[in-house]
């Protein structure tokens, strides 16, 4: 598509400027056709076109095809987004503007609108305009779809909006024109003093001082030249300058005004359709909508003036559809038209047909209008950033003198081949109601919808006609004489028709007096369609193109300073007033909210947002409850429905007010600032009044120009005028408020997008109703009917009326009414003029009226009572006539030539009909209903005034009906609180009342306690007794009687209340008497009763209510002797006593007062004994017995208590008793279970007092215990808890059954585990071949010392082939590597096995199991123990044919070994057969060079627990208990002592346990002893290729050596330990050193040699037995012996010296060749041993051998204390 260029291109040598489109827009695509300008007159081409002169070459495209890229929201100013702009503070605005009022409700005061809006109008609407900022918390998601949303815009010269700035260039241009026809051509302004001189002010300066004449007499010149700025000339000079440019181009032209304005103003008036003032003219827009004669053809005689004014001052163009896709297209070369004149700089004029360049200044190079590099976006044209042009206008410097209408009319050679249609968007923006049958379709259309009036046909022509063949006035062709064409509107008229006429046809240019004269039309040429994104760019591109330049550098950035707000208001205004640069901007105004969408969501399209329903969404404000558009029965675009607005920096709305003096509300979406100017509508007149005296030019034509939007008048000159202008500044997610009459108006400070609709609160009636007067004063078409909005409300409320509605509805009812009925009147009166026969309208005429009459109530068409004249809705009474179908108003019927008819002959009716939508009848009735609804509270005011004037006293039940009657009125009355407050305080009078004269049993307590008086109250309730005794004194009747004549009313209660105070003083003098004489209870009962019915308190009736309570009490006391109570009743009854005042001398006060004293000391002393330490039971039966006896009161508790602890002491010491004597029993079976026991001596604890016979038991279970403890130490557990013995026990069973099993577990070859095996052969059918059965334990597969499946990760021997769990021997899964090589515990005696707790030897275990029936109780481990010793001996019996030394071959090796394995798996050490086992398996397949040592015991290799002291050490990071805190040391000393307390009775123990078992250990035998084998270990695992043990291979499995400094040594189990448990590192024996197993008992024993004394005992006794102790030989002989002990190791060292076993173990290293690298290998892995075992001495058995050595040396009770602390230790 080729896109044209705008009005505006300049001639020869002018500025070319180019009208700055748009950026491409998401259309179909389509191809323009280009229309040749034609310059010859008369002869112009015809193509169809609309409205605004465009041709439409495609159809347009709809709406929902359309696409474009959607905008992207973050990058626009948002409420609530980063991008939000802020509240800047006060700035000093242009002009000195004051700022309006800015509004921020709180949460509360935003729930509702209507409410909140009428709470600041009072205030607000002194400015016109107000700010409301919403709560943080409101912040609707704008609801459009950017990529469907497209609109048009309208394109705005900013110079052209202002009155003086329009109203000078039209004048320029009209002068042009004429001085043209003239043939003196005024290309170039004249100049004056070296500057152009405008024409048009100093028109208007002559003008003001009379006209030329006068002027010239006063000799003004030289004051006209000061105002028009010169100075520094000499005034003489001067003045003959002004005046002979006057005398020259302005006197004849205005003398030719003064003759054509007439028939100018004749023709307009013509086409009116009546007189100019006022005018119907409909703005803004290209066209009048009204048909005219010229206007029902092509185009009226002023639309072509001014387009061929355009043609030739600017060139011809042409455009395209302005519905058609946007294509880029090279500017086109404008074409001078053949005369006319563009101002190219302040020189002058120059004429584009001589192409004169001015001399006096030259082409500027750098113009002020904006005109940056091209930068192509997809415009029609390249013009700078693609943003609208800045070009220079009409006047000074560069300026291009033409009318600014023309820029409406872009196509001045073209017209219509056919009708010109109605188009939808021709009518007046101030024309709103919406047509659905006509709803635009193209975007963006800024028009509303207009009704045409009814067409004027001066006569009736031939439209298709060519324009110029026919006269405009006659309509007759050139028969009636030559026809001159006019060259601007291209009309053409007979010279004599013209007023003036010409005698001669012109040769030269002829423009006719309508295009001299001018007839003001303006308006707002069409932009182009876009996208919110396209705009959005369009916008950006001309705020940084526009602004690029024009500030200043900021010396600290370098660049230009950032655009303020400030700035950008400057500029606008500077731009409006400016003559000398045209800047055009774009806007997207008035965009239909129901073609487009709104920005709120709404309920059709977002139901589930709870902003669609919001009150303060603009699509729901007008309907609101409150608003009186709601009643309005059809949506009104605009006003009820909303209007969306695009703006753009510097597009402008201008100088306006609402329709029908509406309220406003706008509210911002997004985007940059909105600055706002207001005037309160008490300066509406003021405003007005400045405005025509400021541009009186344009109201001569246009007196509606204020309903156009099209003007704006600086702020400056309206308070020069006296007018009060106030501003403020819109921001996203604000609302910027209009009240009513208030004219406003405003300009964008960038892209933005606003939402606008209209409310009406029920304070607007008033303004709407002179709103339409206006409208129709004017003529201007109204958006609704105000009569009919008043009439739906009276009548058509679904929920009734209400007073509110009424209220407001009453008055403007009554003013309709009025005015009806005073029009009809007026009406029938002329109708009946001449005329003596009845008529319809007045009675029920027998004769025919010639006039037709109907009443109808039914909905028409509103084309079919809009007045034809005026322009209103007719709704009430409208004359329609027949002839030509015109509808009138009653006001207008008759008076309006609606056809060719005599004005009697219309109002006489003939061819008319009347039509009454309501008689005169049901307008009287509806008016009073609704003013008797809205008199509703008046009324009742009047009521409430003649209650109160009768006199009197009111009564109370016509007071109470009057103010039921109020309540029921939904109004608020003024007197109305008064009446309730006095109501209720006549009501509270009665109620105070009825508690004294209405015997009714609630009014009375039910508890008579509660009716004594103040001395008779409980404690608790002090306030409310008080109270109640207040209200029950006598003296409020006498108070209640004196109130009621105060007040003023009447009652009945007042007499029942008199006789009621007559009735107490009655009673009042009975109880006298009967207090002075006395009587019986009966009596005394029956006058308190009476009394108590009066509901008060009198003195009498206390008394006598005080003597009736003592009686009782007597009678009560007397009743409960001998009685058993408790301490708390007697209590009770004695407090009572004291609160009636009975005596203390009284009898039955004395004898309960005894009892009391009795029962508080048995009290003191029954809890002294329950509390003591030892309870003294025979005192506690003493006490249980005296309270038998006596009947003393005491508490049920403390009585409970005694015979509680009484009966468990009974208890507790029959089960003792019991106990004692089962213990006893002969047969140890029948003895009592432990369990039992314990279970009884924990039920002791809870007894204060132990009965007899509870230490004899303690001491029992004391011995059972140590039975008990001393198997934990064979277990190894001396620490843990008694409980622990059991569990433990079962654990060692289950271990030896598996280890010890003779019947499934037999010797066998090496096996590989499952997960090792090889696969298994598939059978036939594909399941596989198993060779033994997983359910049969016989042939079930085990390995390992515990001899259990395989599970986890298993290790296999390289010498023996088994396999082993790396949980038993405590081998990590992450230290194994495939090339270790790893040498059984079985094989190799040095590997020493992980042990979690020691193992006792089978003989400790049997003579422990023999300790047994000498205890007192049944132990519950007696039959685990005994299934462990049996199980174990069934073992020992069944090896002991392998433990022949004499009979064992090397080929008995692997089955050997298979038994040593199985021992060492068992928690028991059989220390014979583990010995034998491992010397003989040492001695046929020899490991280690050194044979193993004999094995005595097998210990825990666990490391030990870190003490309660080393944990407080390692808390506080010392190694010192002295360098502790202050606070910790006393602590830690006390620890200490505890921790050498029990290693001392440990030592004594480990002591009487060694001597004891010296004398059943041969000599010979080897003891146990505390230190392991040392350094002269060797590793059993190694990477070297000649590895110490055999060699293994590379895929064996084993666990890596680590190093002591390894990071895992910490860890339990993370490296390898050497087995802490006592064995010999001596020499090996031989195998003579064994017996055979016959030689003693059933099995193998070690043996004494036959000596009375060993070698070693001689040597220790100091006898050397021949050896020569200072040879090497007898030194290292005695050594070997000695070593075997530590006894023997001090006598070696006393006889050696202390450095005698360093020497012999480096004797030992250097025999063994053992090189200094392989020695510190060897002590690394010893390290690393025995870390990964936990295998230290434990502390713990050090401490349990000195406890053991203690507890045999020490006396019973250090041996009690002792093991007070064990147990202490067991609890930590």
């Known amino acids: 598509?080729?896109?044209?260029?705008?009005?505006?291109?300049?001639?020869?040598?002018?500025?070319?400027?180019?009208?700055?489109?748009?950026?491409?827009?998401?259309?179909?695509?389509?191809?323009?056709?280009?229309?040749?300008?034609?310059?010859?007159?008369?002869?112009?081409?015809?193509?169809?076109?609309?409205?605004?002169?465009?041709?439409?070459?495609?159809?347009?495209?709809?709406?929902?095809?359309?696409?474009?890229?959607?905008?992207?929201?973050?990058?626009?100013?948002?409420?609530?987004?980063?991008?939000?702009?802020?509240?800047?503070?006060?700035?000093?605005?242009?002009?000195?503007?004051?700022?309006?009022?800015?509004?921020?409700?709180?949460?509360?005061?935003?729930?509702?609108?209507?409410?909140?809006?009428?709470?600041?109008?009072?205030?607000?609407?002194?400015?016109?305009?107000?700010?409301?900022?919403?709560?943080?918390?409101?912040?609707?998601?704008?609801?459009?779809?950017?990529?469907?949303?497209?609109?048009?815009?309208?394109?705005?010269?900013?110079?052209?909006?202002?009155?003086?700035?329009?109203?000078?260039?039209?004048?320029?241009?009209?002068?042009?024109?004429?001085?043209?026809?003239?043939?003196?051509?005024?290309?170039?302004?004249?100049?004056?003093?070296?500057?152009?001189?405008?024409?048009?002010?100093?028109?208007?300066?002559?003008?003001?001082?009379?006209?030329?004449?006068?002027?010239?007499?006063?000799?003004?010149?030289?004051?006209?030249?000061?105002?028009?700025?010169?100075?520094?000339?000499i005034m003489s000079s001067l003045s003959t300058s002004l005046k002979n440019s006057y005398d020259r181009w302005l006197t004849p032209y205005e003398n030719y005004l003064r003759q054509a304005k007439p028939g100018v103003y004749q023709q307009l008036e013509y086409e009116y359709g009546g007189p100019l003032t006022p005018s119907p003219a409909p703005s803004p827009i290209k066209r009048s909508a009204v048909n005219t004669p010229s206007s029902l053809r092509a185009e009226s005689p002023a639309r072509h003036a001014s387009d061929a004014l355009q043609q030739s001052l600017n060139g011809q163009k042409q455009e395209n559809d302005r519905d058609t896709i946007m294509a880029d297209a090279p500017p086109i070369t404008s074409q001078p038209a053949p005369g006319g004149f563009t101002a190219i700089n302040s020189g002058g004029f120059t004429p584009v047909n001589a192409s004169f360049t001015s001399v006096n200044r030259p082409v500027p190079t750098d113009p002020k209008g904006f005109t940056p590099p091209p930068k192509l976006h997809g415009s029609p044209h390249p013009s700078a950033k693609n943003t609208p042009d800045f070009r220079p206008s009409g006047l000074g410097p560069a300026t291009a003198l033409k009318r600014q209408l023309s820029s409406d009319s872009l196509d001045s050679a073209k017209k219509d081949n056919g009708t010109d249609k109605d188009d939808s968007e021709s009518g007046s923006r101030r024309s709103k109601r919406l047509k659905k049958e006509t709803v635009p379709t193209v975007a963006g259309s800024h028009m509303s919808l207009f009704r045409p009036s009814a067409p004027k046909i001066p006569a009736s022509r031939d439209e298709s006609t060519h324009t110029a063949e026919k006269c405009e006035v006659c309509g007759k062709g050139?028969?009636?004489?030559?026809?001159?064409?006019?060259?601007?509107?291209?009309?053409?008229?007979?010279?004599?028709?013209?007023?003036?006429?010409?005698?001669?046809?012109?040769?030269?240019?002829?423009?006719?007096?309508?295009?001299?004269?001018?007839?003001?039309?303006?308006?707002?040429?069409?932009?182009?369609?876009?996208?919110?994104?396209?705009f959005q760019e369009k916008a950006a591109d001309f705020k940084q193109g526009y602004f690029e330049n024009r500030l200043p550098i900021d010396p600290v950035l370098n660049c230009a300073r950032p655009v303020t707000e400030d700035d950008v208001e400057r500029e606008f205004w500077r731009l409006v007033t400016s003559t000398e640069e045209t800047v055009e901007v774009e806007y997207g105004a008035d965009i239909h909210c129901t073609t487009h969408g709104s920005g709120f969501p709404t309920a059709e399209r977002n139901p589930c947002d709870p902003y669609s329903?919001?009150?303060?969404?603009?699509?729901?404000?007008?309907?609101?409850?409150?608003?009186?558009?709601?009643?309005?029965?059809?949506?009104?675009?605009?006003?009820?429905?909303?209007?969306?607005?695009?703006?753009?920096?510097?597009?402008?709305?201008?100088?306006?007010?609402?329709?029908?003096?509406?309220?406003?509300?706008?509210?911002?979406?997004?985007?940059?600032?909105?600055?706002?100017?207001?005037?309160?509508?008490?300066?509406?007149?003021?405003?007005?009044?400045?405005?025509?005296?400021?541009?009186?030019?344009?109201?001569?034509?246009?007196?509606?120009?204020?309903?156009?939007?099209?003007?704006?008048?600086?702020?400056?000159?309206?308070?020069?005028?006296?007018?009060?202008?106030?501003?403020?500044?819109?921001?996203?997610?604000?609302?910027?408020?209009?009240?009513?009459?208030?004219?406003?108006?405003?300009?964008?400070?960038?892209?933005?997008?606003?939402?606008?609709?209209?409310?009406?609160?029920?304070?607007?009636?008033?303004?709407?109703?002179?709103?339409?007067?206006?409208?129709?004063?004017?003529?201007?078409?109204?958006?609704?009917?105000?009569?009919?909005?008043?009439?739906?409300?009276?009548?058509?409320?679904?929920?009734?009326?209400?007073?509110?509605?009424?209220?407001?509805?009453?008055?403007?009812?009554?003013?309709?009414?009025?005015?009806?009925?005073?029009?009809?009147?007026?009406?029938?009166?002329?109708?009946?003029?001449?005329?003596?026969?009845?008529?319809?309208?007045?009675?029920?005429?027998?004769?025919?009226?010639?006039?037709?009459?109907?009443?109808?109530?039914?909905?028409?068409?509103?084309?079919e009572y809009q007045c034809a004249y005026c322009k209103c809705y007719a709704y009430l009474s409208r004359f329609k006539c027949l002839q030509s179908g015109k509808v009138l108003c009653i006001q207008h019927a008759g008076n309006h030539a609606c056809c060719d008819m005599p004005e009697r002959e219309r109002y006489a009716g003939h061819q008319h009909k009347l039509y009454y939508r309501k008689t005169n009848d049901q307008l009287h009735e509806t008016y009073r209903k609704v003013a008797d609804k809205a008199n509703l509270p008046e009324a009742w005011e009047d009521k409430y005034e003649k209650l109160l004037d009768e006199g009197g006293k009111p009564a109370l039940k016509t007071l109470r009906n009057l103010l039921s009657e109020g309540e029921r009125i939904p109004y608020d009355i003024p007197s109305l609180p008064a009446l309730r407050e006095f109501v209720d305080r006549c009501n509270e009078w009665v109620e105070e009342a009825t508690n004294y004269t209405v015997r009714k049993q609630q009014n009375r307590r039910k508890n008579d306690k509660v009716w004594q008086s103040g001395l008779r109250k409980s404690i608790g309730n002090s306030s409310q007794e008080q109270k109640e005794r207040e209200l029950r004194r006598v003296e409020n009747i006498y108070r209640l009687?004196?109130?009621?004549?105060?007040?003023?009313?009447?009652?009945?209660?007042?007499?029942?209340?008199?006789?009621?105070?007559?009735?107490?003083?009655?009673?009042?003098?009975?109880?006298?008497?009967?207090?002075?004489?006395?009587?019986?209870?009966?009596?005394?009962?029956?006058?308190?009763?009476?009394?108590?019915?009066?509901?008060?308190?009198?003195?009498?009736?206390?008394?006598?209510?005080?003597?009736?309570?003592?009686?009782?009490?007597?009678?009560?006391?007397?009743?409960?002797?001998?009685?058993?109570?408790?301490?708390?009743?007697?209590r009770e009854l004695l407090e009572e006593g004291n609160?009636?005042?009975?005596?203390?001398?009284?009898?039955?006060?004395?004898?309960?007062?005894?009892?009391?004293?009795?029962?508080?000391?048995?009290?003191?002393?029954?809890?002294?004994?329950?509390?003591?330490?030892?309870?003294?039971?025979?005192?506690?039966?003493?006490?249980?017995?005296?309270?038998?006896?006596?009947?003393?009161?005491?508490?049920?508790?403390?009585?409970?208590?005694?015979?509680?602890?009484?009966?468990?002491?009974?208890?507790?010491?029959?089960?003792?008793?019991?106990?004692?004597?089962?213990?006893?029993?002969?047969?140890?079976?029948?003895?009592?279970?432990?369990?039992?026991?314990?279970?009884?001596?924990?039920?002791?604890?809870?007894?204060?007092?132990?009965?007899?016979?509870?230490?004899?038991?303690?001491?029992?279970?004391?011995?059972?215990?140590?039975?008990?403890?001393?198997?934990k130490k064979l277990f190894g557990k001396t620490n843990a808890p008694l409980h622990i013995l059991k569990s433990h026990m079962d654990y060692v069973l289950e271990r030896n059954l598996a280890c010890f099993d003779i019947r499934n577990d037999t010797p066998r070859l090496p096996a590989e585990p499952a997960s090792r095996a090889a696969s298994e052969e598939a059978g036939?059918?594909?399941?596989?071949?198993?060779?033994?059965?997983?359910?049969?334990?016989?042939?079930?597969?085990?390995?390992?010392?515990?001899?259990?499946?395989?599970?986890?990760?298993?290790?296999?021997?390289?010498?023996?082939?088994?396999?082993?769990?790396?949980?038993?021997?405590?081998?990590?899964?992450?230290?194994?590597?495939?090339?270790?090589?790893?040498?059984?515990?079985?094989?190799?005696?040095?590997?020493?096995?992980?042990?979690?707790?020691?193992?006792?030897?089978?003989?400790?275990?049997?003579?422990?199991?023999?300790?047994?029936?000498?205890?007192?109780?049944?132990?519950?481990?007696?039959?685990?123990?005994?299934?462990?010793?049996?199980?174990?001996?069934?073992?020992?019996?069944?090896?002991?044919?392998?433990?022949?030394?004499?009979?064992?071959?090397?080929?008995?090796?692997?089955?050997?070994?298979?038994?040593?394995?199985?021992?060492?798996?068992?928690?028991?050490?059989?220390?014979?057969?583990?010995?034998?086992?491992?010397?003989?398996?040492?001695?046929?397949?020899?490991?280690?060079?050194?044979?193993?040592?004999?094995?005595?015991?097998?210990?825990?290799?666990?490391?030990?627990?870190?003490?309660?002291?080393?944990?407080?050490?390692?808390?506080?990071?010392?190694?010192d208990p002295e360098d502790l805190p202050e606070n910790m040391k006393s602590k830690a000393n006390s620890l200490k002592r505890k921790a050498m307390n029990a290693e001392a009775a440990a030592a004594a123990a480990q002591a009487a346990v060694a001597s004891s078992s010296a004398a059943l250990v041969p000599p010979n035998a080897t003891s146990p002893s505390s230190h392991s084998f040392g350094s002269s270990s060797h590793p059993f695992l190694s990477r070297s290729s000649q590895p110490s043990t055999p060699a293994l291979t590379s895929t064996s499995h084993a666990h890596p050596p680590q190093r002591s400094n390894s990071a895992s040594s910490s860890r339990p189990g993370s490296s390898l330990r050497p087995d802490a448990m006592d064995m010999n590192s001596t020499a090996g024996l031989h195998p003579d050193f064994f017996l055979s197993a016959g030689s003693n008992g059933p099995g193998p024993r070690l043996t004494a040699s036959d000596s009375s004394l060993t070698l070693e005992?001689?040597?220790?006794?100091?006898?050397?037995?021949?050896?020569?102790?200072?040879?090497?030989?007898?030194?290292?002989?005695?050594?070997?012996?000695?070593?075997?002990?530590?006894?023997?190791?001090?006598?070696?060292?006393?006889?050696?010296?202390?450095?005698?076993?360093?020497?012999?173990?480096?004797?030992?290293?250097?025999?063994?060749?053992?090189?200094?690298?392989q020695q510190d290998d060897d002590r690394d892995v010893d390290r690393m041993f025995l870390d990964l075992t936990n295998a230290d001495d434990d502390d713990d058995a050090k401490k349990e051998r000195q406890r053991e050595k203690e507890r045999l040396s020490v006396t019973a009770d250090s041996f009690e204390a002792e093991r007070n602390m064990m147990d202490m230790e067991d609890s930590d």
């Open 1 to 233: 598509m080729v896109s044209t260029p705008s009005a505006g291109h300049s001639g020869v040598g002018g500025i070319s400027s180019a009208n700055g489109s748009s950026r491409a827009s998401p259309a179909v695509g389509t191809n323009a056709t280009n229309h040749a300008p034609s310059s010859t007159n008369g002869s112009k081409s015809k193509t169809q076109v609309n409205s605004n002169g465009y041709h439409p070459p495609n159809p347009q495209v709809p709406l929902s095809s359309m696409r474009s890229a959607p905008l992207d929201l973050t990058s626009v100013e948002r409420r609530g987004q980063p991008t939000a702009s802020r509240e800047p503070s006060k700035r000093n605005r242009p002009y000195g503007l004051e700022e309006a009022p800015t509004y921020r409700p709180t949460e509360d005061e935003w729930r509702d609108p209507f409410e909140y809006v009428r709470k600041i109008t009072p205030e607000a609407r002194e400015y016109g305009i107000c700010k409301v900022i919403p709560p943080d918390s409101w912040n609707p998601d704008f609801a459009i779809d950017t990529e469907k949303f497209h609109f048009r815009t309208r394109k705005q010269e900013l110079n052209s909006v202002e009155g003086s700035t329009r109203a000078n260039l039209s004048y320029l241009d009209a002068l042009a024109k004429f001085h043209r026809q003239q043939g003196t051509n005024l290309n170039r302004l004249p100049y004056v003093d070296k500057k152009p001189l405008d024409l048009y002010r100093l028109k208007k300066a002559v003008e003001s001082r009379g006209g030329f004449e006068k002027v010239c007499k006063t000799k003004k010149w030289a004051e006209i030249g000061r105002d028009l700025g010169y100075s520094g000339k």
């Open 478 to 534: 050139d028969e009636a004489g030559f026809i001159a064409v006019c060259e601007s509107c291209d009309h053409g008229y007979h010279g004599t028709c013209l007023d003036p006429p010409i005698k001669h046809k012109p040769d030269a240019e002829w423009n006719c007096h309508r295009c001299l004269v001018g007839d003001g039309q303006f308006g707002f040429e069409e932009g182009g369609l876009y996208s919110l994104k396209q």
């Open 613 to 863: 329903t919001d009150p303060w969404n603009l699509n729901i404000m007008p309907l609101h409850p409150e608003s009186l558009f709601r009643h309005i029965k059809s949506d009104i675009s605009g006003m009820t429905v909303p209007w969306v607005y695009v703006g753009m920096i510097f597009s402008t709305f201008c100088w306006h007010n609402e329709d029908h003096f509406a309220y406003s509300i706008n509210y911002q979406h997004f985007g940059a600032t909105k600055t706002w100017y207001g005037i309160p509508a008490a300066d509406t007149d003021k405003f007005e009044n400045a405005m025509r005296e400021a541009v009186p030019e344009l109201f001569e034509t246009q007196p509606d120009l204020l309903f156009q939007l099209v003007t704006l008048l600086t702020p400056e000159q309206l308070k020069k005028a006296g007018v009060r202008v106030y501003a403020l500044d819109q921001r996203a997610g604000q609302l910027v408020i209009t009240f009513p009459q208030a004219y406003h108006a405003g300009f964008n400070h960038g892209f933005n997008f606003n939402e606008a609709v209209n409310f009406a609160p029920s304070d607007w009636e008033p303004y709407g109703l002179a709103g339409v007067e206006r409208l129709q004063q004017f003529r201007r078409q109204p958006c609704f009917s105000h009569d009919e909005l008043l009439w739906t409300a009276a009548e058509g409320t679904s929920s009734g009326l209400t007073i509110q509605t009424a209220k407001w509805l009453a008055p403007a009812l009554e003013r309709i009414h009025k005015r009806e009925f005073e029009q009809r009147e007026s009406f029938i009166a002329k109708h009946q003029e001449d005329k003596h026969h009845p008529c319809a309208l007045t009675t029920e005429a027998e004769e025919q009226c010639s006039l037709a009459f109907e009443v109808s109530g039914a909905d028409v068409p509103e084309e």
């Open 1041 to 1130: 009687i004196e109130d009621a004549e105060r007040i003023g009313f009447d009652c009945p209660e007042i007499q029942h209340l008199q006789e009621r105070a007559n009735a107490i003083r009655a009673f009042q003098k009975n109880a006298e008497q009967y207090l002075e004489r006395g009587c019986g209870q009966e009596s005394i009962e029956e006058l308190i009763e009476e009394g108590r019915a009066f509901n008060v308190d009198m003195p009498e009736l206390d008394k006598l209510s005080e003597i009736l309570e003592q009686t009782k009490w007597n009678m009560k006391a007397k009743a409960n002797r001998g009685l058993f109570l408790t301490l708390k009743e007697v």
């Open 1139 to 1271: 609160r009636l005042e009975i005596p203390l001398y009284n009898d039955n006060m004395r004898y309960f007062g005894d009892k009391y004293q009795a029962g508080v000391q048995w009290e003191t002393k029954a809890k002294e004994l329950i509390h003591a330490e030892i309870v003294h039971y025979p005192q506690l039966e003493a006490l249980s017995n005296q309270v038998q006896v006596n009947t003393l009161p005491v508490t049920a508790e403390t009585l409970a208590a005694v015979d509680q602890i009484l009966h468990k002491q009974r208890e507790a010491h029959r089960q003792i008793i019991d106990l004692t004597e089962r213990s006893k029993d002969p047969d140890y079976k029948k003895r009592p279970k432990y369990t039992e026991v314990v279970e009884i001596m924990k039920k002791l604890e809870d007894l204060n007092s132990k009965p007899t016979g509870t230490l004899d038991l303690e001491k029992e279970q004391r011995r059972h215990e140590d039975w008990m403890r001393k198997g």
């Open 1324 to 1519: 036939e059918e594909g399941n596989v071949q198993r060779t033994w059965d997983i359910n049969d334990p016989a042939l079930v597969e085990v390995f390992c010392i515990c001899r259990r499946i395989e599970a986890g990760m298993m290790i296999e021997c390289e010498l023996c082939h088994e396999w082993y769990h790396g949980k038993c021997l405590k081998i990590a899964r992450g230290k194994v590597k495939e090339d270790d090589k790893y040498t059984c515990p079985i094989c190799d005696w040095r590997v020493k096995i992980p042990r979690d707790a020691a193992r006792p030897k089978l003989e400790d275990l049997i003579a422990w199991q023999e300790e047994i029936p000498n205890l007192p109780f049944q132990p519950e481990e007696e039959e685990v123990l005994k299934k462990i010793v049996n199980n174990a001996q069934k073992f020992r019996d069944h090896i002991a044919a392998y433990l022949s030394p004499v009979l064992t071959t090397r080929a008995e090796a692997n089955t050997q070994r298979f038994f040593l394995r199985k021992i060492e798996g068992a928690e028991i050490l059989l220390s014979f057969e583990t010995n034998f086992f491992r010397q003989e398996l040492h001695k046929w397949n020899p490991v280690a060079p050194d044979p193993p040592p004999v094995l005595d015991v097998s210990k825990s290799t666990r490391k030990p627990r870190p003490t309660k002291l080393q944990k407080m050490l390692a808390q506080y990071g010392v190694d």
């Open 1657 to 1717: 005992e001689r040597l220790l006794r100091g006898q050397d037995d021949n050896l020569n102790l200072h040879t090497d030989a007898g030194k290292s002989k005695a050594l070997e012996i000695l070593r075997l002990t530590e006894t023997g190791r001090k006598r070696a060292e006393e006889i050696f010296g202390p450095d005698v076993w360093n020497q012999s173990r480096d004797d030992a290293f250097t025999r063994t060749n053992m090189g200094p690298s």
